[in-house]
C-alpha cells in the first residue's frame, strides 16, 4: 500500500521533509519513505501532515477514571472493563501505552489480547502490579489489588522476582507519597534508599528496568543514584538533583501535567482537588521548564487515560505547549522519538522510518504551524499497516 500526498517532518521521519511525499507500507511495516509522491495509487492524504503512532508512557488502564473501581473481586469484570479502555486509546492516536500498573495485573491479559488480535486495542508495555512500602496508604481494595506490598530490601527484592515471574515488562516502584490518595503526602519518600536499589538490582537480574513515581524531590534524587531509569512525574524537582540527573545519561524524566488537571463537576471535589493539586501544578511547571531548558532527557506521559476529559481535550499537550512553553517539535518528538528510545524500542517505533511498524497519525494541520490541532483527536490512526480510524 501507498500512503500519497503527505507532509513529512524530518525529525519524526529520519531526516526526509516533504510537503508533498508518500510512505509505502508492506505487511504492517514501512518498506519505504520518499519524498515524492509514489507512482503507484493508494489512499491520498491530502496535504496532511504524517506523524508517527503516538506513545504514552506513563497511563494505566484500570484504576484511572473509575476503571475497575469496586470490582477489585472480580477479576474478569476488571479485565472487561480495561479491554474497553485500552480499545479507546487509537482514537487519539495513540498506539502504544505504558501501563504503569493495574488491578490483577489485567495490564498484562490486555497486552496478550491485543497481540493475538482478540481486541483491536493499542500497543501495551505492562508492569504488572506496582511495589511500595507499607507506607503507602490506606491499604484499600484497589491498592491491595494493585500493589505488591514489600518492606526492607529483601522483601522489594521478593515483589521484583515476583512481578517478573509474573512477565511484568518493566518495574514500577512507588518512591514517594501520592497525590492520588486523599491522605497522601507527595513531598515525603516512602522508600529508603536501600530498598529502591534492591529493586533496581533485582529487576536488573531479571532483565527490566525500573521505573518510580517520584514527586519528592529526596526521593528523585535516591531514585537517580540507585539507577532507577524513569523518573514519573518529577513535581518538586530540585535544582541541586536537576544537576545530578544532567550527569546520568541514562535516567529520563517523564512529566505528567494532565494528572494535575481537575476535571471534576462536584463543587465538594472540584474545589478539594483544586486546593490540593494547584500548588503541585505551579511545581511541576517552574521546575520541569528548568528541566527543559538544562537539556534534560524527558519523555511524554499523562498518567490519564483515554476515557478521560484529559485525552479527549489534548490537555498535555495543551499544558507542555502553553503553561511550561516546550516547542511543538520538541513535544512531537518526546512523544515519538524519545519515548521510543526511552522504551528500548526505537528499532520498533517512533518514528516513519523503513523497517518499523507502520503506525501513524494523519493531522489535518501541520503542528509545527498550529499546535492546536493536537488538541482534539486525529482523522486517520494506523497501526502496524491497518488503518484503524
Known amino acids: 500500500m501507498i500512503l500519497n500526498n503527505c507532509r513529512l517532518i524530518p525529525e519524526l521521519s529520519g531526516g526526509v ?34 506523524i508517527p503512532g503516538l506513545i504514552d508512557a506513563h497511563t494505566h488502564v484500570t484504576i484511572l477514571g473509575g476503571v475497575g473501581e469496586g470490582k477489585e473481586q472480580d477479576p474478569q469484570a476488571v ?6 479502555c485500552a480499545s479507546r486509546f487509537l482514537d487519539y492516536g495513540f498506539t502504544t501505552i505504558r501501563d504503569c500498573g493495574s488491578i490483577h495485573r489485567a495490564g498484562h491479559y ?14 501495551i508495555i505492562s508492569a504488572g502490579r506496582q511495589i511500595s512500602t507499607s ?16 518492606d526492607g530490601e529483601a522483601d522489594t527484592r521478593r515483589a521484583v522476582r515476583e512481578e517478573c515471574v509474573n512477565l511484568a515488562d518493566f518495574i514500577k516502584i512507588y518512591a514517594s507519597g501520592s497525590a492520588y490518595l486523599p491522605t497522601g503526602v507527595p513531598k515525603h519518600p516512602i522508600m529508603d534508599y536501600d ?39 518529577a513535581t518538586y524537582l530540585g535544582s541541586e538533583t536537576l544537576k545530578l540527573l544532567m550527569d546520568t545519561p541514562d535516567c529520563a524524566l517523564v512529566p505528567t501535567f494532565s494528572a494535575m488537571y481537575v476535571s471534576q463537576t462536584d463543587p ?65 518528538m518526546q512523544a515519538t522519538v524519545i519515548n521510543a528510545a ?48
Open 79 to 84: 479485565l472487561v472493563e480495561a479491554l474497553a
Open 17 to 50: 521533509e516533504t510537503f508533498c511525499g508518500s510512505v509505502e507500507i508492506q505487511d504492517g511495516k514501512i518498506l519505504s519513505v520518499s519524498a515524492k509522491a509514489g507512482d503507484a495509487a493508494g489512499f491520498d492524504c491530502g496535504g496532511g501532515t504524517r
Open 110 to 123: 490486555v497486552r496478550e489480547a491485543v497481540k493475538r488480535g482478540i481486541i483491536s486495542g493499542t500497543r
Open 268 to 332: 465538594e471535589l472540584k474545589a478539594f482537588w483544586e486546593a490540593r493539586l494547584a500548588p503541585m501544578l505551579e511545581s511541576c511547571r517552574a521546575n520541569i521548564r528548568a528541566a527543559y531548558e538544562a537539556g534534560a532527557l524527558m519523555g511524554f506521559g499523562t498518567d490519564s487515560n483515554a476515557l478521560m476529559t484529559q485525552y479527549k481535550l489534548g490537555i498535555e499537550f495543551k499544558m507542555r505547549r502553553e503553561l511550561v512553553g516546550m516547542s511543538p517539535i520538541d513535544i512531537l
Open 195 to 233: 530498598e529502591i536499589c534492591g529493586a533496581v538490582n533485582a529487576a536488573r537480574s531479571c532483565g527490566v528496568y525500573v521505573a518510580a513515581h517520584c514527586h519528592a524531590d529526596s526521593a528523585i534524587r535516591s531514585c537517580i543514584r540507585a539507577g532507577v531509569k524513569t523518573i514519573e512525574h
Open 342 to 389: 526511552i522504551l528500548g524500542l526505537s528499532e520498533c517505533i517512533g518514528q516513519i522510518k523503513p523497517g518499523l511498524e507502520a503506525d501513524f497519525v494523519l493531522l489535518e494541520r501541520d503542528p509545527r504551524e498550529d499546535f492546536s490541532v493536537l488538541y482534539s483527536a486525529p482523522q486517520h490512526v494506523w497501526k502496524s499497516g491497518k488503518m484503524i480510524k
Open 135 to 150: 507506607a503507602y496508604t490506606p491499604k484499600s481494595c484497589i491498592s491491595r489489588a494493585s500493589i505488591n506490598f514489600a
